[in-house]
């Protein structure tokens, strides 16, 4: 069965930093590509960030990008997201996800399959 978890959430002031980290199952990990998407209170889920399996491609969401950092760690299993100036509106649930359509980036969330339980993430002003 496979398994993602996350962590390195919190609390975090505006500008600060935070990595959050999703541990996946092997056949997960080196058959998936891997994204984290998160969910501000009210509001839909919507995509951040996405690394291609085989190429380790990345693709960022316009709000993120030059800010958030995503990578993997094959040997561990593990992707990360490397958050840095964070804003109030960053604030939300962050999820990691899996996902095998053959299109890269997926940016919907009916693309992904395998989704963690996410984790917190609240950036005071």
């Known amino acids: 069965q496979v398994q993602m978890v996350e962590s390195g959430g919190g609390l975090v002031q505006a500008g600060g930093s935070l990595r959050l980290s999703c541990a996946a199952s092997e056949r997960t990990f080196s058959t998936h590509d891997m994204a984290w998407f998160r969910q501000a209170p009210g509001k839909d889920r919507e995509f951040v960030a996405a690394i291609a399996w085989r190429t380790g491609k990345t693709f960022y969401a316009d709000s993120v990008k030059g800010r958030f950092t995503i990578s993997n760690d094959n040997a561990k299993n593990t992707v990360y997201l490397q958050m840095n100036g964070l804003k109030p509106e960053d604030t939300g649930v962050y999820y990691c996800?899996?996902?095998?359509?053959?299109?890269?980036?997926?940016?919907?969330?009916?693309?992904?399959?395998?989704w963690g339980q996410g984790t917190q993430v609240t950036v005071s002003s």
């Open positions: 996800a899996a996902s095998q359509v053959p299109v890269f980036p997926a940016r919907n969330v009916w693309q992904y399959e395998y």
